[in-house]
């Protein structure tokens, strides 16, 4: 596609459920970022990945965070037990390989677990 | 999280005047992004800096890296009612992979 994609692009959820937000990339590129935006913030570092491998999860907050990128194009985001705390925008982007640069966000998905 | 020290925080600015905010860090970074966010979108992308002292214009923007590597400048010239948003600067240490962002600056223009 033209630029990074993100589904759904808001999700309602009960405490204490599972959810997934998938990223589609901009076709091509190699490198994924997840990061997290809380209201009245800047985005918060989750997961890098390069092709299928998750470079760095350093910004993961708890294990009930995971991210997978199997065939190294979409990533799923992989939340487990929601709680309230988990609400914020969820934003993925993409850059064309490690060396490069420029990384360009998707529109992100909203996240509220009620 | 880590987040960059950018101000001002918020500005009112009139249709017509030029803008300029900064962002610092406590780290040496080798590369600076400049992002614009509206409400309900994602951060767009409007320069990158890759070089200390480097000066790099797009349009009406023009953005700076600082020769100490520790902060970045960017300037908005006679801004536009369209130009209104929240304003982030992204840095990244030499080594890693991931972007600091900072707090944001949020802009207001009056017509």
């Known amino acids: 596609g033209a630029g990074v994609s993100q589904t759904p692009s808001n999700k309602v959820t009960e405490k204490g459920k599972y959810v997934e937000l998938r990223c589609d990339p901009i076709s091509g590129h190699t490198a994924l970022y997840w990061y997290r935006q809380s209201l009245g913030q800047g985005p918060e570092f989750l997961i890098y990945?390069?092709?299928?491998?998750?470079?760095?999860d350093s910004g993961l907050p708890n294990d009930r965070f995971f991210a997978v990128r199997p065939e190294g194009s979409v990533s799923t985001l992989k939340i487990q037990r929601t709680e309230r705390g988990d609400s914020a925008m969820y934003l993925c982007?993409?850059?064309?390989?490690?060396?490069?640069?420029?990384?360009?966000f998707g529109q992100g998905t909203r996240l509220t677990v009620v | 999280g880590q987040q960059l020290n950018q101000s001002p925080q918020s500005m009112f600015i009139q249709e017509g005047e030029d803008v300029s905010m900064n962002c610092t860090s406590s780290s040496i970074f080798n590369t600076w992004l400049w992002y614009k966010q509206d409400p309900g979108e994602g951060p767009v992308l409007l320069i990158a800096?890759?070089?200390?002292?480097e000066l790099t214009s797009n349009g009406r923007l023009t953005a700076q890296f600082g020769i100490t590597r520790k902060d970045s400048f960017l300037n908005i010239s006679a801004s536009i009612p369209s130009d209104v948003g929240i304003y982030f600067c992204a840095g990244r240490e030499s080594g890693t992979y991931k972007y600091i962002f900072g707090t944001g600056t949020r802009l207001k223009v009056l017509a």
């Open positions: 982007a993409s850059s064309l390989n490690a060396v490069d640069t420029e990384a360009f």
């Open positions: 800096l890759y070089k200390a002292g």
């Open positions: 990945f390069q092709g299928t491998g998750a470079a760095d």
